[in-house]
């Protein structure tokens, strides 16, 4: 019988210390996750971005998470970011919603939209205005999770061969422009396509292309388009673009709750840090070019060509509202909150930035 006993009690402290061993173990282990960015390696501020977040989640983590980044020029497809999450063969993406637009036409919708959002507008739909569960419901069926990665602010309209006046000028323009903004392009007699970021300036220089549009002043001269495109012109098509991170739904579910909030927290901080940075950058280059490049002729679209874009922008939202019940749920989702949010950045940013211009009339 005291054997039993004694027999009982060991098992019972065994199980006792498993008990207590096992989060101490499970709290030491190392998560070591892997990363695919669209962007060519050291390319500034959008590989910024997930290189802050990767710091910030091992600091955070006390070294528990650690995520290393393959750029580009390593795993050799760019615009090849979701199905390599996708499949697994990376835990992690940083790259654009709207590159996925001919696989999964609702994720273009998360970037930006033409005539849309600006920047605190857009984050405030995504992370009080239902935004955040509307990307969800589009990246689930494929195994995925997506998080906003980093805003560029207003994007500028782009470098032009020659001067835009009417929309004949438009009438066979050749030009690079992502997202929604090249379906309205297209409409109006554009022939947009898509090229990644390291093969703009040559296609530009050899006229394979008439025109551009990349970001604006924090990475456009770093590109050397005004080298060989004169006409910069002033944006309406990216009024907020939000890159994203992408993260493969298996891997996600591995993770302890603890580290998926720091890693939530890590994307939430890098990709605000962003927004900064890139306002930053705009603003001292933009000074640059200025000075520098006086010949570059800033120019803002003729009001007839806006009014036929924000035209066949309507024409084309309406039609993909009439097609997909999730794409008008989206849609209507972002046209009312810009509707609610709008009068607010009316009369607090653009009331303030009136009210100080005319002053210094």
Known sequence: MKSLKLTTLVAATAVTLSAISLPAFAADRVYKLKMAETWSSNFPIFG?????????????????????IDSANKHKAPLGVFDM???????????ASYYWKGKVPNTLYFTTMPFGMITPEQYGWFYYGGGMDLMQKVYKPFGLLSFPGGNTGNQMGGWFQKEINSLEDLQGLKMRIPGFAGEVLAKLGAKPTNIASGELYTALERRTIDALEWVGPSLDLRMGFHKIAPYYYTGWHEPATELQFLVNERTWKKLPEDLREILRTSMKLASYDMYIQSYHESAEN???????YPNVQVKTFPRDVLVAMRKANQELLDEKAAEDPLAKEILDSQADYLKKVRVWTNISDRAYLDSVDSLAE
């Open 48 to 68: 910024d971005a997930p290189r802050n977040m990767a710091r910030i989640a091992e600091d955070m983590s006390n070294g528990r998470l650690k995520i290393t």
């Open 286 to 292: 933009w000074a640059t070019m200025k000075t520098e």
């Open 85 to 95: 999450v996708r499949s697994g063969q990376y835990d992690m993406g940083h790259s």
